[in-house]
């Protein structure tokens, strides 16, 4: 066996930061290496961030790509880490484009890679095989597929490199790794947050582990990028099946550890496969603590993917505080603790904005968050500004209600224009199924924290962040009666949502079904919901894709998504509900 | 030689509306059956309209596409057409699942099919090989490709059968058309109008023709579905490159024409090649008037594709009439007249919105507008609505520039909710490259017609209108101040669009360099332009994607589009001009 002290680079780019990701590799790798390791891997793209949509397309950002690769390696050789294998992922080109289809239509020019690093050189480069274009992934659209597989051996010890979708697939590369007899599998990620994630994540590595008979070293990144939040959670697995070292969800971390791999033996190369030879001087290896994270319950992982989501759109762009209506209801109150969890109370700035039908639990419970949680607070009631528009362009009824939603949009986006505030607009998953907001109204903002988070789990979430406050000794965020009381828009007197729509607990079952299982409507009936409300509910699905095209990115946090896991027509006329 | 009478059934269907689609081709199945017939064929998935992105993943979809033409095959039976052999363009499935990445991945479950009609019944299904997944194509998301070329012989002459992108690339089951002999080459398509278009796609059609040495009978759809224009324009092209008849663009047309092919032979059939036999009466064929439609010049074409984008999306949501702002300036003034050729001055409601910045010129130049044209005419004063705005929440500068616009959206939506107008937008595509707008402002809209058309190609586009008015001896409809004076907002005193942006000429050649031909910032210096402007230029481009996410739907008429074509990070800070 050949012990190799393996480093998994857990780092948070920003996508088309070169400089900045790079340094963060830099900062990775000076851990790595005073930690004694022989060879660190990145998640998948870490030069560039990921993913690079039609960034891919360019030829200068690719050439800026390979640059910073370059200029990586020459980085850690200036900084006495040359001896250090570093497996990066970033793109590759351009290459000789594979037409996609006329001569005049985008082609791909680039592969998705990994290079190889050491004293000063890229060394070798694999190209992904495997271009995942299924849900939020449009990777066959914009790269070249590879077929070549690459071995690194490293001190004895072969290293077969793969990335992310290539682990997933049957057949393909890693397939031929138990042909090429290597030890260790490393495989670059760039794999999002979805709930329940880590129930086929996990099991796959740990399967691939066993069929290929190797250690793999599954490196994931981290952070948010526009609606995917990466959380991490690397891991290290070996060949039975154990979890050597894994490390924590949402943050970056390097995660150190001693792997005893097979030795490489000499066998002849199977086809298609290139090997490197590679060897790290034998350095003191200090000893190392057991690094072993334990992942938190569903809904702690679900409120900090949700914080980090936020975070990081916040800071990546380059906000430095943000501002949202706060109603006293569960949604805007759950979005104004996520903010304040994610960027902190004092830079969170909520605004009350009462009309003639807010009641008056409606502005005792915004007072009450805002005291607790300790943000911003101010009230700009809306009646004077309704009013002008209501005299004359003699608006009533629902053109009324929409009014004012409209007009607090206007004053969040003042207040944004003036102060540079990020708006966050506070709908949910359901709201948004079913078009139930005004849009360029409450459907205003640049992000939108809980748009993945169906209604019933916003109260869930709710009650969970609640209860973590108390365990912890904390005061609870989030008043009891915005948890408790019958959400209602307020734009009319006495309206509940549930004048307009059936029970948030079927309508979250019905939408689960018809949208999530991709169910006909008669299938949907058929798990025993009321006729009339499946077809209420499917035609209102039906009619809101216009506004789902215009909602503002949120954090995706489950399969089933309204984003582009659904893209449908908006033109769209059923001649009966299917 | 055989002779066979070919129909091409050039139709516009409404995205699932499966029974009006159906009719569609029930009647032109009457006109082709009235002229003689023998084969009549439609385009790509008429019986659903296209493209039907997701729905392509639900199971009930399919099963009520596949209903509809058994149906349709029934409805030619009944009403005595079931002798004219039928191809109809439908979605066929749900198939055994192609498994696009993990188990609980989304998968494809359907083909993209064509299927033979005839006494009835469904004879055969060919599938499509070539699934587009560039541009604004995502099939190979969605469908599983097919393998088995399908030929139908009809009185002795064999018709191999395939779909859109099949015969656009080398290989596939065009290549295999020469081996089975064939003699007629039905091509169903569903191919979007872009500028100069009809360079690529006739010059295609007559090289496979000559390269197979068959008739190319090649079937576009027609009408607009969200962003995609159908422009017809359907075409017989004989294996010397002749061509035989030519449809209309941008309207329903069925094209009948005689084909002289070459008899079958019962040579062997090559691999993957079915072929079923098939007859019809030989019933008597009056003559036919030679149609060979010619088409308009390259501006003429451009404004029809608007208009019938306009129109369509208005019709087929179910729209009577439009509300648009009018400022006077040339973008509404063109919007305005494209309003009116799509659906009748007597549907378009524009709304006059004077602040205290507006020009004398701005209202005169939007009263002789609507009078000239004849549209809906009110003025809408701002100043009492934007001032208490301003006064309660103090907002001044960029703010209260955004505010004025924004609460031309609120007057606009609030028409729109009392009258059920569906409100136009009016900015180009300029505007939108480069983020000058005010977003919940000016970009309030369902559809924005000119989303794609480029400032300076506004102009061009006004000029020409007038022009053509003229030619028929018509009041020119815009105003020559609206196209001859300096571009303004009017959202400060004196102000001129060039104080914030580089002359449109300039810009709009650095936007084609960096946007359309995918050059880098360097690239686009090298061009000759000015280093200073092109990195401001490639800045905003660069930070205007959340504005560019989040803007209505509007016809797509040239390949250097900022929609699908352009799918960038939000979240993207390059560290220098790439």
Redesign the interface.
């Known amino acids: 066996m050949g012990r190799l002290r393996l480093a998994l680079a857990q780092t948070n780019p920003?996508?088309?930061?070169?400089?900045?990701n790079s340094r963060q590799i830099l900062d990775a790798a000076r851990q790595a290496a005073a930690q004694g390791a022989d060879l660190m891997i990145t998640g998948e793209m870490a030069v560039t961030?990921y993913?690079?949509?039609?960034?891919a397309?360019?030829?200068?950002?690719l050439?800026?790509s390979l640059d910073a690769t370059r200029t990586l390696a020459k980085q850690l050789l200036d900084e006495g880490l040359g001896d250090l294998v570093v497996i990066v992922g970033h793109p590759d080109g351009p290459h000789e484009p594979r037409l996609?289809?006329?001569?005049?239509?985008?082609?791909a020019i680039a592969h998705n890679s990994a290079s190889v690093l050491q004293h000063g050189h890229i060394k070798a480069t694999y190209a992904k095989h495997h271009l995942?274009?299924?849900?939020v992934?449009?990777e066959?659209?914009i790269f070249i597929p590879g077929d070549e597989l690459l071995v690194a051996r490293v001190n004895g010890v072969d290293v077969a490199i793969v990335i992310c979708?290539d682990l997933?697939?049957d057949g393909g590369p890693v397939s031929r790794v138990l042909e090429a007899d290597a030890g260790v599998l490393a495989v670059l990620n760039g794999s999002p947050f979805e709930r329940d994630k880590d129930e086929?994540r996990l099991p796959?590595a740990t399967r691939r582990a066993i069929e290929t008979d190797t250690i793999v070293a599954y490196v994931n990144l981290v952070g948010?990028?526009?609606d995917l939040v990466f959380d991490g959670d690397s891991v290290v697995v070996d060949g039975h099946g154990t979890i050597l070292a894994r490390a924590p969800q949402f943050r970056e971390h390097v995660l150190v550890v001693d792997v005893d791999a097979a030795d490489a033996t000499d066998t002849d190369l199977p086809d298609n496969v290139r090997r490197i030879d590679l060897t790290t001087r034998n350095h003191p290896k200090p000893d190392l603590a057991p690094d072993v994270a334990e992942l938190p319950d569903d809904r702690e992982q679900l409120w900090n993917a949700l914080v980090l989501g936020l975070r990081?759109?916040v800071k990546?762009?380059?906000f430095a505080s943000v501002a949202l209506g706060l109603s006293g209801g569960i949604d805007s109150a759950v979005c104004a603790v996520l903010a304040a969890d994610a960027i902190g109370a004092e830079h969170v700035y909520a605004v009350s904005m009462p009309s003639r039908y807010s009641s008056d639990h409606s502005r005792s419970d915004a007072d009450d968050l805002a005291e607790r949680v300790g943000i911003h607070y101010t009230t700009?009631p809306i009646a004077?500004?309704v009013m002008?528009?209501e005299n004359?362009?003699?608006?009533?009824g629902?053109?009324s209600e929409?009014?004012q939603a409209?007009?607090r949009?206007?004053?969040l986006?003042?207040?944004s224009?003036?102060n540079g505030h990020l708006v966050l607009t506070t709908g949910n998953k359901t709201e948004l199924a079913v078009g139930y907001s005004t849009?360029?109204g409450d459907s205003?903002g640049?992000f939108a924290p809980i748009k993945d988070v169906p209604k019933t789990l916003v109260w869930e979430l709710a009650r969970w962040r609640n209860e973590f406050a108390a365990s912890r000794g904390e005061i609870e965020p989030i008043p009891e009666n915005s948890i408790s009381k019958p959400p209602s828009a307020e734009l009319s007197p006495g309206q509940v949502d549930q004048d307009s729509l059936p029970p948030y607990d079927v309508l979250d079952a019905i939408l689960d079904a018809y949208v999530g299982q991709?169910?006909?409507?008669?299938?949907v009936v058929q798990l025993g919901f009321d006729r009339a409300t499946v077809d209420e509910v499917t035609r209102l699905v039906d009619r809101a894709e216009?506004k789902r095209?215009?909602?503002?990115?949120g954090p995706k946090i489950s399969?089933m998504a309204f984003g582009r896991?659904?893209?449908?027509?908006?033109?769209?006329?059923?001649?009966?509900n299917?």
Chains 1, 2 share one sequence.
């Open positions: 920003v996508l088309g930061d070169l400089a900045a961030g993913p690079i949509e039609d960034l397309q360019r030829p200068s950002f050439v800026a996609l289809g006329t001569s005049n239509a985008p082609t995942p274009n299924y849900s992934f449009d066959y659209r979708e997933w697939r086929v796959l948010g990028q526009d990081d759109y990546k762009n380059r700009e004077d500004l002008p528009f004359q362009l003699g608006l009533t629902l053109a929409n009014l409209r007009v949009g206007v004053i986006m003042g207040l224009n003036m849009i360029y205003v640049g991709k169910l006909g409507a008669e299938d216009w095209r215009q909602g503002a990115i399969g896991d659904r893209r449908l027509p908006v033109t769209y006329r059923p001649t009966r299917i």
